[in-house]
């Protein structure tokens, strides 16, 4: 971790800067599995999928057999954790729905908006060493509580040619039964594309490699949402001599075993603070299976003293971090004060883990700093909100002179027109 | 006016297809835009307005004295009539604050989201023949109901080195003073990396012609959001028997007038009606001062007769327009249907022009067909919503054997590690 004491404002950028991502020499790769999947369909969905994921595939699609021995395969106590999770995620996104509520801007002119699904909706989930059954669960239940009537599952197979367990259980607790076994670029060409049996969605959700995000930059060119601009995790932890060194190390290490790029940030307006998580750190990590990935991400972590908690508040919001842990004696008054962050951990019981998987609140935040410009994926992410307008003649009366005046001012004759040839008429 | 006589619902999509968009052929030239001001900053934007808007600046911002100037310059009537539109948008958009709601998703654990404004946005208004001040109405309030802490506007230039007075009277209206008389690419640039005098916003706002579509599609890949891709303006009107053919007409010609790419599409269930609005659009049209522009857009539309008015409405559903008119007897049922569009028109005295000008409603709609998956410019646009969580120790007991099982299933032995440290200790 490279520490540093008291540095001045105008240097704070420069401390916390994140590697840049340069995708634009994978496009022409990614363009030309685009062009394979649109000329060949699942015939070169099963083509990649022995290339890149060695596993021969007689069908694209996940069959009812493999997930009925998913389901027996997947533990008990796994199946309850499962469920407790998809209870709170579920209560915490239900309460994001928009009631419908018509507002009389004036007499006669009632205004309102209405949250309809997205119809169709592609989620794709990484394959490799983790199976991120957790993603599918937050990706999967605010997009059924929406009502999207397509929700297609794409993920790469095992080299078994079959789909981890935990993934397959999960979706059929989801009811999620379309599930494609495709992964990388080629799965977002078919989601964005349709083959001969997926259909194309209309909007892309979902972590991936550089590949995957290469692709799903390319297809929002292409008529195609995505859920959000991807870049590698990060965590600010924010600690006064209120926190357990050995929690705020924890937490900082829970974030580092992510993958060799991911960011880890700690600031503090105590010295000694610093110097104990330092150490607990240490300890910690030798215990970790995933410590050498954990031991690199902490090679670029930075660790920065500054007065006061407000201070480092203050940092936190020129850095924008995904997840913010306030591990502070009186998190409330520093939670008031954010304004750049993906999701806030306040309290010295509340670690990063929880939202990751069972708080109820949703994983699947904007990193690499979009946490200026992007929320995370909540119920709003798959629904669009269409206005609509009921006016009344007597209203038409109230506004209309207006919308004449403004109309001509803009050159409008026509736009002015519909509103005169209505008001003439009696 | 194409017309159609009971298509099969195979053939629907090939009847309303819309003008493929090709931006890569722009991009060279844009990123040539981009490098200059990147370069030269302000330089760079009174170079570029010389050549493209011959316009002579001394400062690419707009004076006080130009702004007093404009105020004077603006008729009481068309003051007004902005009141009028001001007071209406306000109204829509201050109803669509979402409280903060505190959700106890299991006992001892709270998650909540806040809105908080993106901090710096940029709103851009292009220039040529009309002076669009209702857009800057319709992203300007938003933004300012949000709390947006910096918000740029930037306008090209007339030939006389000013910017017109009904756009700066109404950015005095609304309180934006930093107004930037630049347009096209070098625009988006100068909002997206900032100048020695322009500041880099977090996310760009507005139409503009293909330069800048392109620009604002180039800039989503370098960390700066944007309101929504763009494509050329769109109307679908339903109408039955009830529906007066001159009210349809004069609704269809005021989507033509937008320019020759505008997509007007016509939906019936009476073959007399199509008739009726077809002669109606012959007298009307001749009467436009934009009568070229009309007809060219009109040589592209669609009229379509169907059996029903729930079969139209399947036809919108799958076209997806920018803009839906119900002129039909019954809105409320049709309504109710309605899956993809941006704004909806419903009845016999809600004329599109209502809803671009004055009603309240947002005009910055999705076009293309990304009703299907984008929602119109709102509130929500100038703001992120920021999830928080607070678990007290109970909190974490209850939940904290579910987060171990499931990071432990995920191989994440250090997000499990998170939560048994905390537990572990008394």
Not at 177 to 202: C, N
Not at 221 to 240: H, K, N, T
Not at 286 to 294: F, N, S
Not at 338 to 359: I, L, R
């Amino acid at each position: 971790m490279k520490t540093f004491l008291y540095p001045e404002p105008a240097d704070w950028a420069a401390l916390s800067k994140r590697p840049v991502q340069e995708l634009s020499q994978l496009r022409e790769g990614v363009q030309q599995t685009f062009d394979l999947v649109r000329q060949r369909g699942d015939a070169a969905l099963i083509e990649l999928a022995a290339k890149f994921d060695k596993a021969s595939l007689q069908d694209v699609w996940v069959s009812e057999a493999e997930i009925s021995a998913a389901i027996s395969q997947v533990s008990q106590e796994l199946k309850a954790a499962i469920a407790l999770a998809y209870n709170n995620i579920q209560v915490f996104h239900e309460a994001q729905r928009e009631p419908v509520k018509q507002v009389e801007t004036i007499a006669g002119v009632t205004c309102w908006r209405k949250s309809v699904a997205i119809q169709k909706v592609g989620l794709y989930i990484p394959g490799g060493s983790a199976p991120l059954f957790s993603t599918l669960l937050m990706l999967g239940i605010p997009a059924q509580i929406a009502g999207c009537q397509e929700i297609v599952l794409a993920t790469p197979p095992g080299a078994n040619g079959t789909v981890h367990p935990s993934i397959l259980y999960t979706a059929h607790v989801l009811g999620i039964s379309r599930i494609l076994k495709a992964g990388g670029a080629q799965a977002i060409a078919a989601l964005a594309f349709g083959t001969e049996t997926v259909p194309a969605v209309d909007k892309i959700f979902g972590p991936g490699n550089q590949y995957v995000t290469a692709a799903k930059q390319m297809v929002t060119q292409l008529g195609v949402a995505i859920d959000m601009p991807a870049g590698p995790s990060e965590v600010l932890v924010i600690a006064d001599d209120s926190a357990d060194p050995d929690f705020v190390a924890a937490d900082l290490l829970s974030q580092a075993e992510h993958g060799p790029d991911s960011q880890v940030v700690f600031v503090t307006n105590s010295e000694k603070q610093l110097q104990d998580v330092k150490a607990a750190i240490a300890t910690q990590v030798a215990q970790l299976p995933r410590q050498a990935v954990a031991q690199q991400a902490l090679n670029n972590s930075v660790g920065v003293v500054l007065n006061t908690s407000e201070e480092a508040l203050d940092f936190s919001n020129q850095y924008a971090p995904e997840h913010l842990i306030l591990s502070v004696a009186n998190p409330e008054a520093l939670a008031e004060k954010v304004t750049q962050a993906g999701s806030v951990f306040m309290g010295h019981y509340s670690p990063e883990s929880v939202g990751d998987y069972a708080s109820g609140t949703n994983h699947t935040l904007p990193t690499n700093g979009y946490a200026r410009n992007y929320s995370g994926v909540s119920l709003d992410s798959f629904v669009k909100k269409i206005t609509f307008q009921h006016l009344t003649r007597e209203g038409l009366e109230r506004i209309g002179p207006a919308v004449e005046t403004m109309a001509e001012a803009e050159g409008l004759r026509a736009h002015k027109h519909a509103v005169s040839i209505r008001l003439a008429k009696k």
